[in-house]
Nanobody, 122 residues
Framework: QVQLQESGPGLVKPSQTLSLTCTVS??????????WSWIRQFPGKGLEWMGA???????YYNPSRVSRTSISRDTTKNQFTLQHSNVTPEDTAVYYC??????????????WGQGNQVPVSS
């Protein structure tokens, strides 16, 4: 059974960098051919895919977010990390990590983390 667990700060101030880590157990993030995504949900709205790192380490980004988003991985810890810079209150959302066995865009996830609520406020 694959499990994903997000960890990160409870509150981020405007202009800071939001940093979240997803720790994966029950499966390797280097295993063919999985994609590991960051997806967020704004209050009262739908899901937005932010980006992903695939089994090879290659990264993919939502074109509308790429200028402020960076995704990396640590295979020794079986973790991948999201960094989203220069945040504003509009970045307040629940942030999820997820595994997708079909595509890098996070449309077909089979496992999700429990979600990490991140308010952006001064």
């Amino acid at each position: 059974q694959v499990q994903l667990q997000e960890s990160g700060p409870g509150l981020v101030k405007p202009s800071q960098t939001l940093s979240l880590t997803c720790t994966v157990s029950g499966g390797s993030i280097s295993a063919n051919y999985y994609y590991w995504s960051w997806i967020r949900q704004f209050p009262g709205k739908g899901l937005e895919w932010m980006g992903a790192v695939e089994y090879s380490g290659h990264t993919y980004y939502n074109p509308s977010r790429v200028s402020r988003t960076s995704i990396s991985r640590d295979t020794t810890k079986n973790q991948f990390t999201l960094q989203h810079s220069n945040v504003t209150p509009e970045d307040t959302a629940v942030y999820y990590c997820a595994r997708d066995p079909r595509h890098y865009n996070g449309r077909y996830p089979d496992y999700w983390g429990q979600g990490n609520q991140v308010p952006v406020s001064s």
